[in-house]
């Protein structure tokens, strides 16, 4: 089974940036996509972006974020990184990594492995 565990959350003001690091272990050769999901207090889970672990690197983001926020990967760290810039009020979330071994894209449910999270705090 694969074990995530998230790390470079903070409290940071708008317009600043954080870069966030998810760092993978255990059965990772059968995972196909990492991605990022938030979940702010309230409100649904939501997709942040997305990329393939191995082979074809091809990334993903939720349209809203595009421009803002570059996920990229490390295969030989096992790590995933979620580069967020300009941060807004409304990044404001805990911030989970997950791990498909399929397809997962965008949706929740198809990731079977899920980091504790770390917290994003954009506030003035």
């Known amino acids: 089974q694969v074990q995530l565990v998230e790390s470079g959350g903070g409290l940071v003001q708008p317009g600043d940036s954080l870069r966030l690091s998810c760092a993978a272990s255990?059965?990772?050769?059968?995972?196909?996509?990492m991605a990022w999901f938030r979940q702010a207090p309230g409100k649904e889970r939501e997709f942040v972006a997305a990329i393939m672990w191995s082979g074809d690197s091809t990334d993903y983001y939720r349209n809203s974020l595009k421009g803002r926020f570059t996920i990229s990967r490390d295969n030989a760290k096992n790590t995933v990184h979620l580069q967020m810039n300009r941060l807004k009020p409304e990044d404001t979330a805990r911030y989970y990594c997950?791990?498909?071994?399929?397809?997962?894209?965008?949706?929740?449910?198809?990731?079977?492995?899920w980091g504790p999270g770390t917290q994003v705090t954009v506030s003035s």
């Open positions: 255990g059965r990772t050769f059968n995972t196909y996509t």
């Open positions: 997950a791990a498909a071994e399929g397809y997962g894209y965008d949706v929740a449910g198809a990731y079977q492995h």
